[in-house]
């Protein structure tokens, strides 16, 4: 079977679950590729306009949250399709590749997939499914259920399969599915805590992993506070540092010089420290959140984005994270989930009991199985 993964390139939560996808299906031994779906219509200064979009957007996530939520809407998805039906190019582009390459299926990781792709594959190849994935999790935009071509959504949580009902999306439309882990996460047995801090040469104490986020920009006031209060922590901070975010580094050093910072940058082997860390901390994409879950580590989500404010529900749910921006409630927390026993007991039964389930290939094998079922079902015109 051959399966056509979509993303947009708006750093990597919509990628990093196409290329995981992808390569299950390869490693099940199906054929598979991936690819932007800007790349696919050859329309690369739509693809660097939506780049500097989300970096803008990481910058000013609260200007973020108020234009998203003003611009998520039906009838902007519906506009998004009445717009490319005036560029006949970049339609044409997506028929000559899906001709060359007959794929059994097509998903995609990011709701443009519904207004954009999914009426050209209807119109051009009835027989080929169209499918959604939901990346934020808890979430599904608005303006992605404008489309009436989409086969299904796949989400991985109950907050995001009711919130796609409350969207308007039936229920043969609606499927649940494992999250699509990296292929190096999935296929790596995961180290004890211990042995993971003497991997990566630390010390064997309470650690905090701190995300910077795709862009790297962060700041020093919580790990100031830790300095100050003399916590017996140490601190982790993951992601290459924007230029003004290592100057501030660079200075707490001088001013706290014994303070346990380590700075690894980029990493490749993030599977080994997040077993080595206690806690997570930072601008949280859905697969670090996730990612962080599956390792039954706590999360505190310091800013926010739109499409992940529904994590909030999961949180009141589930207590296996928190959102907070104050940085003196940060170091309470962090300090309260370090020192409090019986805290941390809790968290570990909530983290137990989470109903998310994990899993590329299981998610593949889902995948065929509905595409086998939704081709019969077009052919016995159901």
């Given at each position: 079977?051959?399966?056509?993964f979509l993303y947009i390139t708006a750093g990597k939560g919509h990628q990093t679950p196409?290329?995981?996808?992808?390569?299950?299906?390869?490693?099940?031994?199906?054929?598979?590729?991936?690819?932007?779906?800007?790349?696919?219509?050859?329309?690369?200064?739509?693809?660097?306009?939506?780049?500097?979009?989300?970096?803008?957007?990481?910058?000013?996530?609260?200007?973020?949250?108020?234009?998203?939520?003003?611009?998520?809407?039906?009838?902007?998805?519906?506009?998004?399709?009445?717009?490319?039906?005036?560029?006949?190019?970049?339609?044409?582009?997506?028929?000559?590749?899906?001709?060359?390459?007959?794929?059994?299926?097509?998903?995609?990781?990011?709701?443009?997939?519904?207004?954009?792709?999914?009426?050209?594959?209807?119109?051009?190849?009835?027989?080929?499914?169209?499918?959604?994935?939901?990346?934020?999790?808890?979430?599904?935009?608005?303006?992605?259920?404008?489309?009436?071509?989409?086969?299904?959504?796949?989400?991985?949580?109950?907050?995001g399969r009711d919130w796609c009902y409350h969207l308007g999306f039936s229920g043969a439309q609606v499927s649940l599915c494992p999250f699509?882990?990296?292929?190096?996460?999935?296929?790596?047995?995961?180290?004890?805590?211990?042995?993971?801090?003497?991997?990566?040469?630390?010390?064997?104490?309470?650690?905090?992993?701190?995300?910077?986020?795709?862009?790297?920009?962060?700041?020093?006031?919580?790990?100031?506070?830790?300095?100050?209060?003399?916590?017996?922590?140490?601190?982790?901070?993951?992601?290459?540092?924007?230029?003004?975010?290592?100057?501030?580094?660079?200075?707490?050093?001088?001013?706290?010089?014994?303070?346990?910072?380590?700075?690894?940058?980029?990493?490749?082997?993030?599977?080994?420290?997040?077993?080595?860390?206690?806690?997570?901390?930072?601008?949280?994409?859905?697969?670090?959140?996730?990612?962080?879950?599956?390792?039954?580590?706590?999360?505190?989500?310091?800013?926010?984005?739109?499409?992940?404010?529904?994590?909030?529900?999961?949180?009141?749910?589930?207590?296996?994270?928190?959102?907070?921006?104050?940085?003196?409630?940060?170091?309470?927390?962090?300090?309260?989930?370090?020192?409090?026993?019986?805290?941390?007991?809790?968290?570990?039964?909530?983290?137990?009991?989470?109903?998310?389930?994990?899993?590329?290939?299981?998610?593949?094998?889902?995948?065929?199985?509905?595409?086998?079922?939704?081709?019969?079902?077009?052919?016995?015109?159901?």
């Amino acid at each position: 079977m051959k399966g056509l993964f979509l993303y947009i390139t708006a750093g990597k939560g919509h990628q990093t679950p196409a290329e995981a996808l992808r390569d299950a299906m390869i490693s099940l031994g199906h054929q598979a590729v991936s690819m932007d779906m800007f790349d696919l219509m050859q329309a690369p200064r739509i693809k660097q306009q939506i780049e500097r979009n989300w970096r803008m957007m990481l910058r000013h996530p609260t200007q973020e949250r108020l234009g998203d939520s003003l611009a998520d809407t039906k009838f902007s998805g519906k506009l998004i399709t009445t717009t490319l039906g005036l560029v006949p190019k970049m339609r044409d582009r997506v028929i000559a590749y899906v001709r060359e390459y007959q794929p059994d299926f097509i998903l995609g990781t990011h709701f443009l997939i519904g207004p954009m792709i999914a009426p050209i594959i209807r119109k051009f190849f009835p027989a080929i499914p169209v499918y959604a994935y939901a990346p934020d999790i808890f979430y599904y935009p608005i303006a992605g259920s404008a489309s009436k071509y989409l086969d299904r959504v796949f989400v991985t949580s109950t907050i995001g399969r009711d919130w796609c009902y409350h969207l308007g999306f039936s229920g043969a439309q609606v499927s649940l599915c494992p999250f699509p882990l990296k292929k190096v996460i999935e296929e790596t047995k995961p180290l004890p805590t211990k042995v993971a801090r003497e991997k990566l040469g630390l010390k064997d104490r309470f650690t905090i992993l701190f995300n910077l986020g795709g862009e790297g920009i962060g700041n020093t006031r919580l790990v100031r506070v830790l300095a100050k209060r003399n916590f017996s922590f140490q601190v982790v901070i993951l992601g290459t540092m924007s230029k003004d975010t290592a100057k501030r580094y660079a200075k707490f050093r001088q001013v706290y010089p014994s303070f346990p910072l380590y700075t690894p940058g980029f990493v490749t082997n993030m599977q080994d420290w997040l077993c080595a860390c206690d806690i997570q901390i930072g601008k949280a994409g859905a697969n670090a959140q996730m990612e962080a879950m599956y390792y039954h580590k706590p999360f505190i989500i310091t800013e926010m984005l739109y499409p992940a404010e529904k994590t909030a529900d999961f949180f009141a749910q589930h207590e296996v994270g928190w959102i907070e921006n104050n940085v003196r409630k940060q170091a309470d927390l962090l300090e309260r989930y370090a020192t409090d026993t019986a805290f941390r007991r809790h968290v570990a039964k909530e983290m137990r009991n989470v109903p998310i389930v994990y899993g590329s290939k299981q998610f593949v094998r889902q995948i065929i199985g509905d595409t086998i079922k939704d081709a019969g079902d077009r052919q016995t015109g159901h």
